[in-house]
């Protein structure tokens, strides 16, 4: 008998006397059984255990495994198979079945209707342990404990996750100090390497006493000060450090739109043409737009010569918030009288914004 299961549910399809069939139904020790012809057939459980082709299809295939997203995807591969190594163990010390929605009789060591918690945990680290893998009854319990709390990260090896500081192991008293410095020298003269060592063990002596924080050797202080100042520019001539001051802080936040109107955007882009403008004279032409983040549609678009203007914004401002008219190629369905939106107020904004363009 291959792959005996001994708990079956109704929808299940087996394997039985050299064909697939459907468990229609469960009646105490008699089953019903729908063949693929859609032939009916009651027997006895036991009809179907005693069977040498009895298995459930589900078990008889290649288990399949979805792909490993999130946090472990950033892992080496090794370090992911030992934590999903590790949650099959939990998961059959504490179920009985290493797989999620296991079915079938656990193995007898394992099985919680037969053995307590604290056997079950010794038999796995037993069984670790004889595997090659020396592990305790402590360990098993304490990784229980770090997968109930945080999951399948809890497993993962916090060695191979802790991030490394860009310092190596300099005390951080030091690097603070260091950084004091630097910050205290901004857009003046840096002077020399040797005269910041100086200053770095004042601040030290201030800060902690005589004696109680030693300055690092000169080569290893060296290292340490291009560590902490390099990609700040802390070390660069002054005028360089005046002109990145004075640079305004970039938009590093990323800006969500998730409505129609919530975020609308305005830029301009010279064309590479020549028109002739209204005086006759040839010239290039500008074209300034307002884009609707969220839906990514053009609300309005004005097209003048080079150099828009502050009034071109306010054109676009009446274009995006004014209807406009409906034109004789367009659906009766666009128009406003269709729409749910109080347009009439809508209609009265267009009044004020007659002198937009003036």
Known sequence: MSAVRHVVEVGDQIRFAGGVFTLAGLDGPRCRIVGEDGSVQ????????????????????????????????????????????????????????????????????????????????????????????????????????????????????????????????????????????????????????SRLRRQVGWLLEDAYGPGTVEVPPVATFNRLVHAVADGQGLLDPAVQQRWRTSRPEPPFTPTVAARPGELVMMDSTPLDVLAVLEDGRTGRLELTMAMDVATRSITAAVLRPRGTKAVDAAVLLAQTVVPEPLRPAWAEALAMASSVIPYERLLSIDARMQGAAA
């Open 42 to 193: 009651v027997l006895l459980l036991t009809q179907l255990y005693a069977d040498e082709d009895f298995c459930v299809v589900a078990d008889c295939a290649e288990p399949r495994r979805a792909p490993v997203w999130g946090p472990l995807a950033g892992l080496e591969a090794g370090v992911r198979e030992k934590a999903l190594a590790w949650e099959r163990h939990i998961r059959e010390v504490e179920t009985g079945h290493p797989e999620p929605g296991g079915r079938g009789a656990p193995r007898e060591e394992f099985a919680p209707e037969l053995r307590s918690l604290a056997e079950r945990e010794a038999a796995k680290a037993a069984e670790l342990t004889e595997q090659g893998q020396p592990v305790s009854v402590a360990t098993v319990r304490r990784m229980r404990t770090r997968y109930r709390r945080q999951g399948v990260w809890g497993l993962v090896d916090g060695r191979t996750t802790r991030a490394r500081s860009p310092w190596g192991r300099a005390d951080e008293r030091v690097v603070n100090a260091i950084r004091t410095a630097l910050e205290a020298q901004r857009e003046r003269s840096t002077g020399t390497l």
